[in-house]
């Protein structure tokens, strides 16, 4: 793959045929001290990870399955923003490059027409004080048929090619989310924070809907009000307590 360089960000890109998933190649040269912004890519993956311990069906060399390694130099506590950044950058890029604007399901779940275009897995090093590298997986689909997909998910994904009907170039793609990643990495870099959550919450498709959150032991049901300035949701529930949403899992209603 030839991609023009980024500033930061894919400045350096490893490619490969077939890994078992290129967030754990990302964590591996992260740990020999690969630079900021490395970039790993695979046609194919054969033991791809999503979120909360799902697998990620990236069998084929249809979609677009990569991980960004970052080495920003911030504290713990600016993780959950990265995460947020990152879907920025994704749905910027595919606006840029696909003229398609996506929609973004809390945290990161890239949504096209009510269904799962593509979904993101932040995985983080730190220490107490510092972040020693944030890797960020992306997994898009971009040229799968409604086929492709197994039947677990066959209702609730969708591709590029399966909205516009066209074949769509992965490699241009890519450089498109890379160039939105570089510039948002600039914005994560000097803590503009707020800007982040604003561009976020503007293609939020979460935000003053009705939401379930689903906890280990209970579920609350509320409205979803705005984004905290951690990255945490805030939900209204019905109950009456307003409660900050970090991790776990939320099923947004109508989606
Ligand atoms: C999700 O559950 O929504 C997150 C899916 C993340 C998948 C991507 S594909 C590239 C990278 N490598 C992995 O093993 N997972 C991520």
């Not at 490395?38 to 054969?46: A, D, I, L, Y």
């Not at 677990?152 to 590029?160: D, F, H, Q, V």
């Amino acid at each position: 793959v030839r991609i023009p360089a980024g500033q930061l960000i894919g400045k350096e890109i490893i490619h490969f045929e077939e890994i078992d998933s290129t967030n754990n190649y990302a964590k591996k040269i992260a740990n020999e001290g690969c630079r900021d912004g490395t970039v790993v890519v695979s046609e194919r993956q054969t033991m791809a990870r999503g979120r909360v311990g799902r697998q990620w069906e990236s069998f084929t060399n249809e979609g677009l399955w990569f991980s960004i390694v970052l080495r920003p130099d911030l504290e713990p506590e600016y993780i959950k923003i990265v995460t947020l950044a990152a879907a920025v950058a994704v749905v910027e890029g595919i606006s840029e490059v696909q003229g398609i604007v996506c929609g973004i399901k809390w945290p990161n779940d890239i949504i096209l027409n009510g269904r799962k275009l593509g979904g993101i897995l932040t995985e983080l090093s730190a220490e107490p004080e510092h972040i020693n590298y944030v890797v960020v997986g992306i997994g898009i689909n971009i040229n799968q048929d409604k086929n492709s997909f197994n039947a677990e998910i066959k209702n609730k994904a969708t591709s590029l090619r399966i909205h516009t009907g066209e074949t769509v170039s992965r490699v241009r793609l890519l450089e498109g989310i890379l160039t939105g990643f570089d510039r948002i990495y600039s914005i994560m870099l000097q803590r503009r924070t707020q800007e982040i959550i604003d561009s976020w919450s503007g293609y939020s498709v979460t935000l003053g809907k009705e939401v379930k959150i689903v906890l280990k032991n209970t579920e609350y049901i509320g409205l979803a009000q705005s984004i905290a300035s951690d990255g945490r949701l805030i939900v209204k529930c019905n109950d009456g307590v307003i409660r900050e949403i970090a991790a776990g899992e939320i099923q947004v209603r109508g989606l």
